[in-house]
């Protein structure tokens, strides 16, 4: 069975560029939640959908950020204009009861 | 807000060693998960436990949640090299949708 998919892998930019990361869940799942991981801060929620509903945003930094999902299998993490603080590995999980599937994650670097 | 405590952050040890490492919090949580985390990669699911004072075994892994249901602790008997890694401790509120990650423990085991 494919597990949760993003792309891209990795990301280097330039500050005031746009970013958008990709998210595929796992087929069935009716939650996702995309999550940002640095060595300071650890694990922090950014967003989580359930059956494509935005539950919870309140994580999400500012108004520079913004995540959608269209579908039932696929979302969306934007940042416009990017920082360098938001030099991140990004990631996306689903799930359908209690515990959570992650993808890779994305490695976003902003210059 | 809840919080999660890990404790060791870090813990290097010998191959064939046993260790416990602990997730606390002030909070009840419906659920408690334990994830793995190899650099590069997401965090793998290894066990989720919801009733308190709740004991589960994975192989030489020993799981176990609080009769509170505000901390956990996993155990490793007989640590090996591929156990090295990150470990994350995630509480899970009632809806079983919010999930809410302690820092890690990052664990060492050496041939």
């Known amino acids: 069975d494919a597990g949760v998919i993003q792309s891209p892998r990795h990301e280097v930019t330039e500050m005031g560029q746009e970013v958008t990361l990709r998210c595929k869940p796992i087929?069935?799942?009716?939650?996702l939640f995309w999550y940002r991981q640095t060595m300071m801060r650890g694990l922090e929620l950014l967003i989580y959908?359930?059956?494509?509903?935005?539950?919870?945003d309140s994580g999400m930094p500012e108004d520079r950020f913004s995540a959608k999902m269209p579908n039932a299998s696929f979302s969306t993490l934007k940042i416009q204009p990017s920082e360098p603080r938001d030099s991140a590995v990004y990631f996306c999980?689903?799930?359908?009861?209690?515990?959570?599937?992650f993808g890779e994650g994305s490695r976003l670097t902003v210059l | 807000t809840q919080l999660l405590e890990q404790s060791p952050q870090f813990l290097s040890i010998q191959e064939g060693e046993n260790l416990t490492v602990y997730c606390n919090s002030s909070?009840?949580?419906?659920?408690l998960q334990w994830y793995r985390q190899e650099p590069g990669e997401g965090p793998v699911l290894l066990v989720t436990?919801?009733?308190?004072?709740e004991v589960k075994k994975l192989k030489r892994l020993t799981f176990q949640f609080g009769d509170a249901r505000k901390d956990s602790s996993l155990h490793i008997t007989a640590a090996q090299p591929g156990d090295t890694g990150l470990y994350l401790c995630?509480?899970?509120?009632?809806?079983?949708?919010?999930?809410?990650f302690g820092p890690g423990t990052r664990l060492s085991v050496l041939p």
């Open positions: 909070s009840v949580f419906s659920s």
């Open positions: 959908f359930n059956n494509n509903v935005p539950i919870d």
């Open positions: 087929s069935g799942h009716n939650s």
């Open positions: 436990v919801v009733t308190g004072g």
């Open positions: 995630a509480g899970g509120d009632n809806y079983g949708q919010n999930f809410v």
């Open positions: 999980a689903s799930s359908i009861l209690r515990g959570l599937f």
